[in-house]
């Protein structure tokens, strides 16, 4: 088993008048420490929306685009005839397919909003566009480990065209937790929002990144040793 971290302050920084990005690739920037991708993924970025701020109407195709909300309401609008409002621990997933344009932006006045943003390769080209949503409502309260993205609809997790999948994993202060690999042969990427981790024994920061690769064992140990506030 092949384990890099990616240390929050190594992170990549993207920033203009609608929003400041934390790359965790290198997005065509010269960089020695972010890597190009990590299988299909090319993309993972921690976006903060400015009040007010708002992206126009522009083009995607063969792209699967997953929006994890953090915090926040954002719009979005695209070409497929949807119109909707996200907040915090609502999933999007856009399939541009052949292609499609969406727009959208930070709703509120005053307060920042804040989301994921993570674009993979798909492994078919030129399919039909689809836009999916998981609302938080959909019983992630409580749960040590949700299912939220996967190459079959599982869980009622959104469908990706990509051998995917994408967990958000609650660990309890002190508790072990296990994680199984899908597939033996994907690598896994994990990404700390809050609180200080153990992963396969190694200690990681609030905002580092695991990069897992050549997994010789199907579980990954995780445990949390420390929790603060945001």
Known sequence: M???????TDRGQIQNAVFEGRTLFSNGMSSSKLPQSFGALYVFNDDVLFPKSHLGMHPH???EIITLMISGTESHRDTLGAREEYRAGDVQLIS???GLQHEGGNVSDSENARHLQIWVAPAQLDLMPSVQVLKSGHGFDGLQEK????????????TIQQDV?????NIPNHSPHSYQINNPGNGVLAYVLRGELTINDIEVQKEDTVFISEAAQHQISIRQFRNYPD
Do not use: C, E, F, R
């Not at 092949?2 to 929050?8: H, R």
């Not at 299912?147 to 959104?158: E, K, R, T």
């Open 165 to 169: 999948w994408m967990y958000q994993i």
């Open 61 to 63: 195709k063969n792209v």
């Open 147 to 158: 299912l939220m993205v996967s190459p079959n609809g599982a869980q009622d997790s959104l």
């Open 2 to 8: 092949k384990t890099q971290i990616l240390k929050s």
């Open 96 to 98: 541009s397919g052949k």
